[in-house]
């Protein structure tokens, strides 16, 4: 019990400083985008790298935001058949559901982990803001692993619940 606390508290934490550069993020692509418009329509100029940066933001602001609905468990589902089952079936087949997720999240995370850093994606530099190509990339293995580690809580609390239940019958 003393692991799934200390878990709990570091993914709390985790999903804190991700809440903060998404919120982050997200006003200086608003104000990036705000100064571009009035460049470009006013002035009739606009800066070489902003369209990239936003680009670049954009995506860090999907993974990290992903990741954050995920730990809330409040993606997208389709639960016609599992929304009819008994309670406690519908306990279990969210529990499959959050394995096979889970598994899916390691194999992504792999690949992803690989492609970001392999040789290619690190010495390729953007023309627009003359960065490595590894700073967008390296935003999927970092919003992936969150997955893992919020996915890991989720699954133990599961396990948990249900087996609260079993005890109670």
Not at 61 to 69: D, E, H, N, P, Y
Not at 95 to 123: D, N
Request: with cysteine.
């Amino acid at each position: 019990m003393a692991v799934l606390k200390g878990l709990k508290a570091f993914n709390k934490g985790v999903a804190k400083v991700y809440e903060v550069i998404c919120t982050v993020l997200l006003g200086v692509m608003c104000l990036l985008a705000v100064v571009e418009v009035v460049r470009r329509y006013v002035f009739h100029v606009s800066f070489m790298w902003s369209d990239e940066a936003l680009r670049y933001m954009s995506v860090w602001i999907t993974f990290f935001g992903g990741a954050l609905v995920f730990r809330k468990a409040s993606m997208t589902v389709f639960d016609l058949f599992i929304g009819k089952l008994p309670p406690k079936k519908r306990e279990i087949a969210d529990l499959v559901v959050l394995i096979i997720s889970f598994a899916f999240l390691i194999f992504i995370f792999i690949k992803a982990a690989q492609y970001s850093f392999s040789g290619p994606v690190v010495r390729e530099i953007s023309s627009g803001t003359h960065i490595s190509m590894l700073v967008p990339y390296i935003s999927m293995p970092c919003g992936f692993g969150a997955m893992l580690l919020f996915g890991i809580e989720q699954i133990i609390d599961k396990v948990i619940a249900l087996r609260g239940k079993e005890e109670k019958e």
